[in-house]
């Protein structure tokens, strides 16, 4: 039975050489929405508590609320698909956020694993190189979404610049009458449009969160498999050494099917819900673009968010599907070690591991898809069929 029974990570978890400050950002942003709850006693836990429910109410709730209540509203099928646009992408964060706070406990116990695996990796230089590949690629992807989330962030703040008449930033229901005068109207777009950025940036994380963790998984397994296939060749080391290390890189195997376990259990339900709106905000968008939107900066805008929406899924289903390969390697690192000139104990042992090895771990959303580039180009495909049909039906 797995022990969820630990600690929140600390700053030394958050180190640049540590593999696990590649979430350092989303925790900051996880405690500040309250996923990742801070640990605070007394009056700050009250302040903190309040803040929370400040937050989230405004945010989590009455702001995709506002939009469902809007959409019953609307007269013309462009403001119904504008609203659609961002309806189900409000939605289906607020749902990610709650399972990112129901999960975080396996989050603390993915750093736990992590800490214990970097210790081993920082010995050699070669592995320590795999897990600085793994955070500088890290730092690569993060860059570009957040130029590409802040794009789109940009453009709509141009675009509601551009409005030559009294219009919400998304068609919406709010309890007071935003056209009767200017500052109401000012009030309305300002908490729309500052609702719509703050869950920008939210999107950011908790859409990078499971690529990276299944990333980081691949570069632990990495690791070990350079260690597993180094068994043996050192002429110094006796036979019991090597047996020895073969031991803990059984041990450390485990651990990582472990971590697999609590990686598929914390982005399988959040995932599963985000391939499902994808579809529906990319045929949204794209047929806003060819059917409706005539504003350069509008358009531009939703060719942006359009990029935004493929982007969230692509990341996971990538690493998804580098795991798979990362994982059938072990196997040829296994064979790769100096077996044949071990003990029949070493051999017994090595004959277990390696069977267990072949098994095969996928990463599943919702437990029916999964989490690999194959189902990125089938959901392209499908999001490229569900248009083609609204195309003709518009005609």
Not at 114 to 133: G, M, T, Y
Not at 158 to 176: C, G, H, V
């Amino acid at each position: 039975m797995l022990s969820l029974n630990v600690a929140a990570p600390t700053s030394r978890d958050f180190q640049p050489e540590s593999s696990f400050s590649a979430l350092k950002w989303h925790f900051v942003n996880w405690k500040v929405q309250g996923c990742c709850p801070m640990e605070y006693t007394g009056f700050k836990k009250i302040l903190y508590s309040i803040h929370v429910i400040i937050y989230q109410f405004l945010m989590g709730v009455y702001y995709p609320v506002s939009l469902v209540i809007g959409l019953f509203f609307l007269e013309s099928l462009q403001e119904v698909l504008e609203n659609i646009a961002v309806t189900f992408t409000e939605i289906i964060l607020t749902t990610k956020c709650f399972f990112v706070w129901m999960h975080h406990k396996r989050l603390y116990k993915i750093a736990e694993i992590s800490r214990e695996l970097d210790k081993k990796a920082r010995l050699n230089k070669d592995e320590q190189e795999i897990l600085n590949d793994y955070l500088a690629t890290y730092r690569r992807y993060l860059k570009i979404y957040f130029i590409s989330y802040s794009t789109v962030d940009v453009l709509a703040g141009i675009s509601i610049l551009m409005y030559t008449e009294k219009r919400l930033f998304y068609p919406a229901y709010l309890p007071f009458d935003w056209k009767s005068n200017n500052f109401l109207y000012f009030i309305a777009v300002f908490y729309q449009y500052g609702a719509w950025s703050l869950q920008v940036c939210e999107n950011l994380f908790i859409d990078t969160y499971p690529g990276i963790v299944i990333h980081l998984l691949s570069s632990h397994l990495k690791v070990l498999s350079l260690r597993i296939s180094k068994i043996g060749h050192n002429k110094e080391d006796t036979h019991e050494k090597s047996h020895s290390q073969l031991k803990e890189a059984i041990k450390d195997h485990k651990t990582l099917l472990e971590m697999f376990d609590i990686v598929q259990n914390a982005i399988s339900p959040g995932l599963f819900g985000q391939f499902i709106v994808t579809v529906i905000n990319v045929v949204t968008c794209i047929l806003l673009v060819f059917f409706f939107v005539t504003d350069v900066y509008q358009q531009a805008y939703f060719i942006t968010i359009t990029i935004a929406y493929i982007m969230e899924i692509w990341l996971a289903c990538y690493y998804g599907s580098q795991y798979l390969y990362t994982a059938s390697n072990v196997h040829y690192a296994i064979y790769s070690s100096l077996w044949y000139e071990q003990t029949s104990a070493f051999k017994k042992d090595l004959i277990i591991f390696s069977e267990n090895s072949l098994k095969e771990y996928t990463f599943m959303a919702g437990g029916l898809i999964t989490v690999s580039l194959q189902s990125f180009m089938s959901i392209m495909k499908t999001t490229y069929s569900t248009f083609t049909v609204f195309k003709h039906m518009t005609k």
